[in-house]
């Protein structure tokens, strides 16, 4: 007789295995734990799935993770000073609001140029963020790319299409590595490479 699970167990084993850092084996230790503490753990975590799935969505403005047309970030007028900090995607601006060194807004791209993904300057929103830069005032704009070719090449492209625009455009410095990327630095580092940024 088998002793691997059936039905719907298996079933959601096997969506879990799909998520980030979690193989077959891993998901099936956090499918069983879950079951073992079904209303401590699963049935909390089977509500606030479904709150989320219902009530979750990209801000209009910068493209972070909101419940309402705006995030908390854009819709905080404290925010408006003037700075956009450019990042690749929502885990990466995430990891700057741990760093609590960045008080401006941000704005989302969602990747980077690449011909091979199809990823142009309108799938990344570029001309999005030049449209908020009158409307916001904005005087900076932060490039905090990750350190790799396509972030580079990123980089470089936001920065030769805002030149026209009188802005100033820097990018972070000193405590991000070629190769690194910000959702696996710890917070000083980031902390550290925003204060030393410089201009690009």
């Known amino acids: 007789m088998s002793d691997r699970p059936t039905g719907d167990i298996e079933?959601?084993?096997?969506?879990?295995a799909r998520l980030p850092g979690l193989g077959p084996r891993s998901a099936r230790r956090a499918v069983?734990?879950?079951?073992?503490?079904?209303?401590?753990v699963m049935e909390p975590l089977a509500r606030s799935l479904a709150m989320?799935?219902?009530?979750?969505?990209?801000c209009?403005?910068?493209g972070n993770i909101a419940e309402a047309d705006l995030c908390a970030i854009c819709a905080n007028p404290e925010r408006g000073n003037g700075e956009i900090c450019v990042v690749e995607d929502i885990a990466d601006l995430w990891a700057m609001e741990r760093g609590c060194g960045f008080r401006g807004r941000y704005h989302v791209l969602g990747g980077t140029l690449s011909a091979l993904d199809a990823m142009g300057p309108d799938e990344l929103g570029i001309p999005a963020l030049i449209e908020r830069l009158q409307p916001e005032a904005v005087g900076e704009v932060?490039?905090?790319l990750n350190a790799t070719v396509e972030g580079a090449t990123t980089a470089h492209y936001i920065a030769e299409a805002l030149a026209p625009h009188g802005v100033k455009v820097t990018t972070l410095a000193?405590?991000?590595p070629m190769g690194g990327e910000l959702d696996y630095l710890d917070d000083g580092t980031?902390?550290?490479a925003l204060a030393a940024r410089r201009k690009l």
Do not use: P, Y
Not at 32 to 40: E, F
Not at 52 to 58: D, M, P, T
């Open 11 to 16: 079933a959601l084993i096997a969506l879990m």
């Open 32 to 40: 069983l734990h879950m079951l073992r503490k079904r209303t401590q």
């Open 52 to 58: 989320v799935a219902e009530r979750a969505r990209e």
């Open 60 to 62: 209009r403005n910068c």
């Open 142 to 144: 932060i490039l905090a």
């Open 174 to 176: 000193q405590g991000v």
């Open 190 to 192: 980031i902390s550290a």
